[in-house]
Structures are given as C-alpha cells and as structure tokens.
C-alpha cells in the first residue's frame, strides 16, 4: 500500500467522523431548543396559575388581617388587665410566669435583642 492510499483512507475516516459529530451537535441542539421550550411553557403555566391563586386568596387573607388589626387593641387590653390582676393576686402570678406576661421588676434594664413592652 502507498503512503498517498493511507492518507486518502485516512482523510475518509476523519471527514465521516467529523460528518457524524456534526449530526450530533445538530441533534444536542434540537434537543435542546425543545427541553427549553417545554420549560419555558412550564413556568409560564405555573406562574399564571400561582397569579390566579394569589388573586382569589387575597381577600381572605385581607379579612384576617383587618379581624386581627380590629381585636388587637382588645388583646393588649385584656393581657394588661391580666398583668394587674397577678399583681394583685400571688397566687396567679405563675400563669403570668408560664406565659410571660409577668412585668419586670421596676428600674430592670431591658436585655439587649428584645423590646420593652409597649406602652400605651
């Protein structure tokens, strides 16, 4: 056999591989357009049902927030009437303990990361 028939042979194999590569790539990127495609149209549907589900939420949620932000001027009302009570009365003052409603002693600074009870 002579080095230029090695050579031509040779040649025929690299441009059938190379043929082939370039298949590959085209079939990856196919592949690919069509999986981000379906993605695309994934997120697309999950966030559209997500928006409807906040939009038919949003009143419910609206309602309990406006409820707490009615009775809160009554829970702190009734939490203060508690406190005085077990200050009146020792032997409630572990129910105020076990809830920590017990108000510091007087002239006891507050520990840093907390806040001082409001006051109203």
């Known amino acids: 056999m002579n080095e230029s028939e090695t050579n031509s042979s040779l040649q025929n194999d690299l441009m059938d591989q190379m043929v082939a590569l370039r298949h590959q ?3 990856l990127l196919l ?4 999986v981000s495609g ?11 049902l ?11 949620a609206t309602a309990v927030i406006d409820a707490f ?9 009734f ?3 508690v406190s005085a009570y077990g200050v009146t009365h020792p032997d409630f003052q572990p129910i105020l303990k076990k809830y920590g409603l017990l108000p510091p002693p007087a002239g006891t600074p507050v520990p840093p990361g907390t806040s001082a009870p409001p006051k109203k």
């Open 25 to 27: 790539v085209f079939t």
């Open 69 to 77: 932000k009615h009775d809160q001027a009554l829970m702190e009302s």
């Open 50 to 60: 997500t928006g409807r589900d906040i939009a038919s939420i949003k009143p419910q």
């Open 79 to 81: 939490v203060k009437q």
């Open 38 to 48: 379906t993605l695309t149209v994934f997120l697309y549907r999950q966030a559209s």
């Open 31 to 34: 592949a690919l357009v069509v």
